[in-house]
């Protein structure tokens, strides 16, 4: 899961801040990074159809919810976790 910033021991009008600054990157740092490299990924399928892909992401790809393995599922890809040291 991905930290959030919010500290219950500070102040009410801190803790908005807090959640507001949370909820920003988490939308663009991760949300929408994982979107756009999801849609690199698909096009790249898409426009290669005869070719086979292998894929490595870096870990911050994988946190919490909306990875970018689940936006290509979400789009009807099948995708197949290798974790590491799983052989290929």
Same mark, same amino acid.
């Given at each position: 899961?991905v930290? &959030?910033?919010? &500290? =219950?021991t500070?102040?009410? #009008?801190?803790? *908005?801040?807090?959640?507001?600054?949370d909820s $920003?990157f988490?939308?663009?740092? +991760? $949300? %929408?990074r994982?979107e756009?490299? /999801? %849609?690199r990924v698909?096009a790249l399928?898409?426009e290669? =159809?005869d070719?086979?892909f292998?894929f490595?992401f870096?870990?911050? #790809?994988?946190? /919490?919810?909306?990875? *970018? +393995?689940? *936006?290509?599922?979400q789009? /009807?890809?099948?995708?197949?976790?290798?974790?590491p /040291?799983?052989?290929?």
């Open positions: 899961q930290p &959030n910033f919010i &500290n =219950t500070l102040p009410p #009008h801190e803790q *908005v801040t807090a959640q507001e600054i $920003y988490r939308q663009e740092l +991760i $949300y %929408k994982n756009r490299m /999801g %849609k698909m399928l898409r290669n =159809t070719k086979s292998f490595a870096g870990a911050g #790809h994988f946190l /919490g919810n909306n990875t *970018v +393995i689940d *936006v290509l599922r789009a /009807g890809f099948e995708v197949e976790h290798t974790p /040291g799983q052989p290929i």
